[in-house]
């Protein structure tokens, strides 16, 4: 709904590419900066489902006021996105707490929501009532439903210096790959057909991601999938197929790194959320300043890519986070 808003917005108001770029800005700005400082104020209410309400509702109010406020609207979609994703997030984590499937299957229709509402803004196909009403729609039924009984996690503490260092580790890696996506550039993507197939590979690995971690273990997982996705990225032909496969890698690695980060925290699951968020937002800052020419070239990619690998490795070590997650209650 945001990419359609946003795209929309371009399509209708024939506005400049700077202007558009400069909407673009602020909405990431609000919908991933600001999440850790909205997670901070959910985690203390635990009002997760409340928080996942107000964002959809928020967005829909965004879709009814973009026309004659497109500014406003898309600040207050931002907004509303970053409520959204730490409420349902935090159900997603805390649903089966120490297991990565939920928070997987919750973060993979991501891609697919994206390229389609990128699709209808542009052509023109989406009105913004529709987009009121589905998510008006969605608010009902979250409000329909009771809270999910949501499990705390109470690991051990840890000393603040090994606590901070895993955080800074898989927040890193995080990072890292979010400035990957940077050094990629598929211009067969403008085949429809082909791009959906990597829209679709980008949503399967990371709703398969939580699902194979939880089977064969986290860390044999993720650090083995994106180790094997770096040659296939930088390394390889042109092979569609190719770098459809190591999207797919790529991807099964986001509901780890997310599900490791909330255990690091395990009493504000909203604020481990938030700052995956702001994680992916710090990596893809490079891309709006002078530094973007960097991501064209290969040895710096390689160079982070490899990076990342090591930081996601010794972020789940640390955490003692690399076998399969035991049982509830095995604890």
Known sequence: MCAALLFG?????????????????????????LQPLLAVAVDSRQYYRQAAVAGCALTAAAMLVAGALPLPAVCVAGVGNALFHIGGGSVGIRLKPGFATPAGIFVAPGAVGLFLGTWLGEGGFFAPWTG????GAFS?????????????????????GRGGLILLLLLSSIAMRSLLGLALSFPWTS?????????????????????????FGWMRTAVCALLMSIPLLMFGTASHAEKIVAMFLVATTMPVALVAVSES????????????????????LPGFTQARPLA?????M??????CVLALYFGLRLARLSHRPKPQGAE
């Not at 009902?140 to 000393?159: F, S």
């Open 9 to 33: 917005l371009f399509a209708s108001h024939g506005c400049d590419a700077g202007t558009f770029a400069a909407l673009v800005a602020a909405y990431n700005l609000l919908a991933f900066g």
């Open 296 to 300: 064209g070239m290969r040895e710096p």
């Open 140 to 160: 009902v039924l979250l409000l329909a439903h009771a809270t999910p009984i949501l499990q705390p996690r109470y690991r051990p503490e840890r000393p603040l």
């Open 302 to 307: 390689v160079a982070a890519g490899l990076a």
């Open 191 to 215: 085949s429809r057909g082909l791009a959906s197939l990597l829209v679709l590979a980008v949503a399967l690995g990371k709703g398969f991601g939580g699902v194979l971690a939880d089977r």
């Open 265 to 284: 925290l395990p009493r504000e699951p909203a604020f481990a959320f938030g700052l995956t968020g702001m994680a992916l937002l710090v990596g893809a």
């Open 132 to 135: 009121a009403l589905l998510l």
